[in-house]
């Protein structure tokens, strides 16, 4: 605890150290009312002629000592409705563009693009992203903590890109009610990025540290209007849907099952920073489902959030604590009864405050005789210093019973509930991050021994990487809607990285890492170590090269099965130790065909050896198809009961983007160690901006003999409608 405490006082003396002055200051963009029409088209009207150009961007990677080669030209203007953008991107004579797809939200790394990143506050903490990959493909998110982004986020707005024997423009139109802001303030911060994958080189308007990613709003520049941006009005949306579809359980041998429901969601602007979010009988059938794992772990395995409601401006809740110490876990909500209703108000209350408030309900599951449950959660956010805060989270669960209702045996807690406080640091510069949390939890007839406090710092530099964390768990500690898979133990996580840029023109950078885990018992006996040195190779190209060896020793404080299989357990109280060694090869993106292949080899548990080899293999026929390969295979050799058994997971994906609107994707996953095979394909169009019919097509499978499981089929249509 000393420790702990010790940690938080280095912070905050950091940070009232911390530069007060904003970098990139003298970085301005004056953005004027459009003197004529603009059509959005991908071309270069009259109107942009009297629009400032930013121009002469810098380098980030593949190092950040110089001008860009590439050359960027962008321009802003707006009317009483909105934001329009031009983004001018220079390439050479008959450059061929590099996109994975046309998917939306695409993966940065692998599509030649363009990004503006806005910071309507000013406060450099959170803010809005929107983009485009060379073939038009839309990108839009919310930024958070600094310039992390939730590409969950999806709105109305509108774009086009169009491609030319020496460049690729994009032209963009944002409303005013898309976004949040408040109301007088006339700088906002501002940021253009561009990735050009041919010439492996990523660039910034104003200048960004290597070590940080282009949308750090630590670095941003200054959007300066020539009059605040006009009020965005009554802002309200309604997004109805209608369904309908049906399934099947082939084992049960139970009658077909069919649906047909109708649900509504609503976004109310109730400041022009602050929205309520409301959803009646919500359904995230469209969905893709869970990537599956081989599973050698000990512990429950995190599996992240993929419906919209629940991540969508969702930070507050999500991020608060670290990994595998959540006190909201989302996934914990509907995912057993259906939810009846839900609602989020969530926003900016002025520059320094920030709030959100959930409120959800799931109906009685009738099979399992669950009843009722009411969650609520609430968190509030004050910004101090420089760019860090103080958050407060509060989490419950009640389960709500008739007169005559009583729970099952599982459910005898009628109740819990978390509260938790938690201080963010990021220096003004990013240069040193970091975070202190405290957390209790409440349940009935459970007392002490049910604390969390946990604290990590970390410093970033262009050649250094240095970072600490410890964790403390009580061992009554409880988060019904949290995800904490291990209680009662001690954890010390240092790690430091150095890396040696190269004169070589064709290598970027060497790394060496070391980094260390150990898990203690609350009366500081040692339970598990892991130590890890490894070496990574950057080329100029951006292919990587990774080489480490490890350590690990554990002690068993449960019987466990090592490979979750076979139901043989080793007993509590056994000590393990063994050495691995492992690699990392990962292609350069310029490629069509692109790999990431790792590997592991090394001793396991009771004297054993485990070989793991992963694949991820990708083709593509930009920007229209694209083929994905992903396989593991685990080879686990153990004395007798377990013998020799031998796990694969084959996972090949399909997408095809006939447009940046019409999507189709299929995939297939095979797990012998589940005994599983899954199907799930998914046909998107997206018909008006942010309004979409989908219809989705699941099966399940016993691999041998192939036999059917369960499937289904729905069909899922819904409109966003301005009032």
């Known amino acids: 605890m000393k420790k702990i405490l010790a940690l938080l006082l280095l912070a905050l ?10 970098k990139n200051e003298e970085y301005k963009y004056f953005i004027k009312q ?24 810098n380098m980030v990677l593949p190092m950040d000592t110089s001008k860009a080669h590439v050359r960027t030209e962008v321009k802003m203007a707006y009317d009483s409705t909105g934001i ?18 046309l998917k939306r939200d695409f993966s940065f790394g692998k599509n030649d693009n363009f990004l503006l990143f806005m910071d309507p506050f000013n406060d450099q903490t959170n803010g809005f992203t929107f983009g485009s990959n060379a073939a038009g493909a839309q990108w839009d998110g919310l930024l958070y903590e600094g310039g992390k982004a939730d590409l969950n986020w999806d709105n109305k707005w509108n774009s086009a890109s169009r491609y030319y024997e020496d460049k690729w423009i994009w032209e963009a139109f944002i409303p005013f009610k898309t976004i949040r802001y408040k109301n007088g ?14 010439k492996a080189e990523k660039s910034s308007w104003a200048p960004v540290p290597r070590q940080f990613p282009t949308a750090s709003l630590a670095y941003t520049g200054i959007l300066v209007w020539d009059q605040p941006p006009p009020n965005a009005g009554q802002n309200i949306s309604l997004i109805p849907y209608v369904l309908t579809g049906g399934s099947k359980n082939y084992v049960a041998n139970t009658a077909t099952k069919f649906r047909n429901d109708v649900g509504l969601d609503a976004k109310i602007a109730v400041t022009s920073s602050l929205n309520l979010d409301l959803s009646i009988h919500p359904d995230f059938s469209q969905v893709e489902v869970d990537r599956q794992v081989t599973n050698l772990d000990r512990f429950e395995l995190f599996f992240p959030e993929r419906r919209q409601f629940f991540i969508e401006n969702g930070d507050q809740f999500n991020n608060f604590g670290y990994g595998t110490l959540r006190p909201f876990f989302s996934r914990r909500i509907g995912l057993t009864a259906p939810i009846q209703y839900g609602a989020r108000l969530s926003g900016k209350l002025n520059k320094n405050w920030r709030m959100g408030f959930m409120n959800i309900q799931t109906d009685r599951n009738t099979v399992t005789l669950t009843p009722v449950q009411n969650y609520t959660a609430f968190a509030i956010q004050r910004k101090v210093f420089a760019r860090s805060n103080i958050g407060l989270l509060f989490v419950n669960r009640d389960q709500i019973l008739n007169k005559d209702e009583k729970a099952p045996s599982y459910l005898n807690n009628p109740f819990n509930r978390n509260i938790g406080l938690e201080y963010n640091l990021a220096s003004s510069n990013n240069l040193w991050t970091g975070k202190y949390m405290v957390l209790k939890s409440f349940s009935k007839n459970v007392s002490g021994d049910d604390f969390i406090h946990a604290g990590n710092i970390q410093y970033s530099s262009k050649n250094w990487l240095i970072s600490y964390q410890q964790e403390s768990v009580g061992k009554q500690f409880t988060a019904d809607v949290g995800y904490v898979p291990r209680k009662d133990y001690f954890k010390i996580n240092p790690s430091i990285s150095r890396i040696f840029f190269s004169k070589n023109p064709k290598i970027t950078s060497h790394t060496i890492k070391f980094m260390n885990f150990d898990f203690f018992t609350r009366k500081l006996k040692l339970t598990d170590a892991t130590s890890v040195l490894a070496y990574t190779l950057t080329m ?15 002690k068993l404080l449960q019987p466990f099965d090592p490979t979750n299989y076979t139901k043989d357990t080793l007993a509590r109280g056994t000590k393990h130790n ?13 490629q069509l065909f692109t790999y990431l292949v790792s590997g592991r080899f090394g001793g396991y548990y009771f004297n054993g050896n485990r070989t793991f080899i ?43 983007t006939f447009t940046n609107k019409l999507f189709f994707t299929t995939f297939l996953q095979y797990n012998n160690q589940q005994n599983n095979i899954n199907v799930n394909t998914r046909f998107q169009w997206r018909y008006k901006p942010a309004s979409d019919l989908f219809l989705v097509y699941t099966d399940n499978y016993f691999p041998a003999p192939f ?15 301005n009032l």
């Open 13 to 22: 003396a950091i940070n009232n150290l911390a530069f007060p002055q904003r």
């Open 34 to 57: 459009k003197s004529a029409p603009i059509q959005i088209d991908g071309t270069v009207d009259a109107a942009w002629s009297t629009a400032q150009t930013a121009t002469d961007f």
């Open 84 to 101: 329009y953008l031009l983004a001018i991107n220079y390439i050479d004579p008959g450059q061929k563009f590099m996109v994975e797809s």
């Open 185 to 198: 303030i006339n700088t906002w911060g501002i940021q253009f990025s561009r990735l050009d994958i041919s």
């Open 540 to 554: 100029r190209n951006q292919a990587t090269y990774t080489l480490w060896t490890a350590y690990d020793y554990i």
């Open 578 to 590: 063994w050495n691995s060694v492992g690699f990392e090869l990962a292609s350069k993106p310029q």
């Open 614 to 656: 992963s694949a991820d293999l990708g083709y593509r026929l930009q920007p229209y198809f694209s083929l994905t390969m992903s396989t593991s295979f685990n080879n686990i050799a153990l004395p007798a009961p377990w013998n020799t058994n031998t796990f694969w997971l084959i996972g090949p994906r399909i997408d095809v």
């Open 707 to 721: 036999n059917v499981k369960n499937r289904a089929l729905v069909l899922k249509f819904n409109y966003w409608w």
